[in-house]
């Protein structure tokens, strides 16, 4: 006999909590922050490099590495994905 799950999901639960929407958001901005450190990487880019690539501030791409800094402006990250030869694409579901 297979055991039922008691109780709600793990997003369930943060619903419940009121939580959802922040949490959901710190994690696509954790995401997008290890997608750019890795194009980076895989291009061979300094921060300097990147942020000149850019035409920002370094402070301004440490902000958009840094994991907890949700405020990051999608023309920011439009400028990183292209910097790195990439496209950013958003979908709502």
Same mark, same amino acid.
């Given at each position: 006999?297979? %055991? ?24 696509? %901005? ?17 921060? $300097? ?8 501030s370094? $402070? ?9 800094y ?8 439009? %400028? ?14």
């Open positions: 006999m297979k %055991k039922k799950n008691i109780g709600s999901s793990f997003d369930g639960w943060l619903r419940e909590d009121g939580t959802y929407a922040e949490v959901t958001a710190t994690a696509i %901005k954790r995401v997008l922050a290890r997608q750019v450190e890795a194009a980076m990487k895989e291009k061979q880019f300094s921060k $300097a490099e990147m942020a000149r690539r850019m035409h920002t370094r $402070a301004a791409l440490d902000r958009l590495l840094d994991p907890t949700d405020a990051v402006t999608l023309g920011t990250l439009r %400028k990183a994905a292209a910097a790195v030869g990439r496209e950013l694409r958003l979908e709502l579901v």
